[in-house]
């Protein structure tokens, strides 16, 4: 038993060491150990990059106003208008809400990428940016009968389109749980997020995380690339202030910290004799009480 026990801890600390040697896989196969990208490769804490105009997808939420502007002629106390130093009226700049139902406050688009604006209707949002987002629901709103009746002017109608919340564009913490699972975290990608940022928003590293350890996965398009695989130089963040490998967090990211490797091999050791253990107590149990039922004898006394 003991012989068993020991072979397998030293097979554990063989998979154990296997397990954490990171080495990206290519078309080729295993290209080696990875390396820091070099200055300039990607975007990090003290060199980073403005991301592309923000793409509305499911289930962002947005915030939507409609008005009408239009110039009128400014009129006085007594109901006339008023006279500029060249004989003509002064004119004003007025801002109104949309006739029958005003489009004001935030919308959460829906699975199939539109918008509802109640009385005026869906627009299909999904896959544009915020200006055309704005474009498209100006000319589907022009388009509407109901704005002739009341003498509206479609060169009027001014659209807003921001977001209030960033849904669609997450990045990934997973905490690798030492064979007790992986515990994963998403929050969304505001543009300017570090490593550094992101571990923060979790409050830290836990108990059980390995420093050493700690790469971001950027996401592939295709099968059959190479793995993008940033790593970490915790120590080096925290402790020192360096900031080459504090990348900058991109939509789809995974930031991956796995666990201890003796933390990994004690419960996967402790999950492989937990068993056997179990098993050991209830032969135990069953011997001690079939000597316990021997000892009483057929009868009171041992008789």
């Not at 498209?136 to 509206?152: D, F, M, S, W």
Request: with cysteine; net charge neutral.
């Amino acid at each position: 038993m003991r012989w068993t026990v020991l072979g397998c801890g030293w097979l554990l600390i063989a998979a154990g060491c296997h397990h954490g040697t990171l080495a990206p896989v290519g078309p080729g196969g295993i290209n080696g150990p990875i390396a820091v990208p070099p200055p300039g490769a990607v975007p990090r804490e003290l060199d980073k990059i403005t991301l592309p105009p923000y793409v509305i997808e499911p289930p962002d939420q947005l915030l939507i106003e409609v008005v009408q502007r239009s110039t009128v002629p400014d009129i006085d106390e007594t109901g006339k208008p008023r006279i500029g130093p060249d004989g003509k009226p002064i004119l004003k700049t007025v801002t109104e809400r949309l006739p029958v139902q005003p489009i004001s406050g935030p919308f959460q688009v829906r699975p199939d990428g539109s918008v509802g604006l109640g009385f005026w209707g869906s627009v299909i949002v999904a896959g544009l940016t915020l200006d055309q987002a704005a474009e498209t629901i100006r000319q589907h709103i022009v388009k509407n009968p109901v704005l002739r009746e009341y003498g509206t002017a479609p060169e009027s109608i001014i659209v807003i389109v921001d977001v209030l919340a960033y849904n669609s564009k997450r990045y990934y913490i997973i905490y690798d749980g030492a064979g007790w699972g992986e515990q994963v975290i998403s929050f969304p990608v505001t543009g300017s997020e570090t490593v550094l940022d992101a571990i923060a928003n979790v409050g830290g590293l836990s108990d059980i995380a390995s420093k050493r350890n700690i790469w971001v996965a950027r996401r592939t398009p295709h099968p059959g690339q190479p793995w993008q695989i940033l790593p970490v130089d915790w120590v080096g963040i925290t402790q020192h202030g360096i900031s080459l490998t504090n990348y900058q967090i991109l939509p789809g990211d995974r930031i991956y910290v796995k666990a201890q490797k003796l933390v990994t091999i004690d419960r996967m050791m402790a999950r492989f004799l937990a068993p056997i253990e179990r098993a050991f107590g209830v032969t135990l149990l069953g011997a001690a009480t079939v000597n316990q039922i021997q000892g009483r004898g057929f009868g009171f006394g041992g008789r």
